[in-house]
């Protein structure tokens, strides 16, 4: 505690002297609140835990909102993907409001890949997405996190940086699921746009044609698609893989 400011009767302390002290007394002490302390790190520092507000309850309000089981979004999926997220939002600097979930459950003639802004409730994406040449024709069914594999990989991403590489405009992508869908980076698995990703393959073969295992999108809303994405949000690919459900640690 600090001894009060005594000025005895006849002496006179100089103005600055006094006004610096009054100062000291009426200051917080050091690493006490209130001092200008950032809700959120830089981008190069460790990322600050999760604001307070993202609850999973009250995003689940969303899903019915926007009649995501119309546009043929199970509420199930919906669900795990927000639990995911919530857990790489409390530990790594990302968007909290920007939830993209490709559904592989579904076959590749739906539109299923799902771009949601949770906080303005909007679906801001609902369109086709391929899947690897090796996963699968019609339907999705086999994974893998292996280079040189041409299979899709299951789980989280977080979004980097867009780049033009040889598939143009392109998003890359990082695994956040070590063992399932980290070698990410390594394997070049990006978003970019396919000419192989539309409707008259779909009239014609009765699918959309596959990729190398990237999430490739039609060519003609890649560009606006990958600059939503891109620099921080969570990416969610799906499927009732038996063991993906057992080996993952985000969707429990």
């Known amino acids: 505690m600090r001894k009060p400011l005594i000025v005895k009767p006849g002496k006179r302390l100089n103005l600055a002297i006094v006004a610096g002290l009054i100062l000291l007394l009426f200051s917080p002490a050091h690493g006490e609140a209130g001092t200008g302390k950032r809700l959120f790190s830089d981008t190069s520092a460790t990322p600050a835990a999760a604001p307070s507000f993202f609850s999973i309850k009250n995003k689940l309000n969303v899903y019915d909102s926007l009649h995501l089981q119309e546009a043929g979004l199970s509420k199930k999926v919906f669900t795990m993907a927000l639990k995911g997220m919530a857990k790489l939002v409390k530990t790594r600097h990302i968007k909290d409001n920007l939830l993209a979930i ?151």
């Open 102 to 252: 490709v559904d592989f459950s579904q076959p590749s003639v739906n539109k299923r890949l799902y771009v949601i802004d949770l906080n303005s409730y909007q679906l801001l994406f609902n369109t086709w997405v391929a899947h690897g040449m090796k996963t699968g024709k019609e339907k999705a069914v086999s994974f893998s996190n292996k280079p040189s594999s041409n299979k899709s990989s299951l789980g989280f991403y977080v979004t980097g940086y867009a780049y033009q590489g040889s598939n143009g405009y392109s998003l890359k992508l990082k695994g956040m699921e070590k063992g399932i869908n980290d070698y990410a980076m390594r394997r070049g698995i990006v978003i970019h746009g396919a000419d192989y990703v539309n409707e008259d393959l779909i009239n014609s073969q009765g699918y959309i044609g596959r990729s190398w295992g990237c999430p490739a999108v039609a060519p003609e809303l890649s560009q606006q698609l990958i600059d939503l994405l891109k620099e921080g949000s969570c990416l969610f690919i799906y499927h009732p893989s038996i063991a993906y459900m057992a080996k993952s640690q985000l969707v429990k």
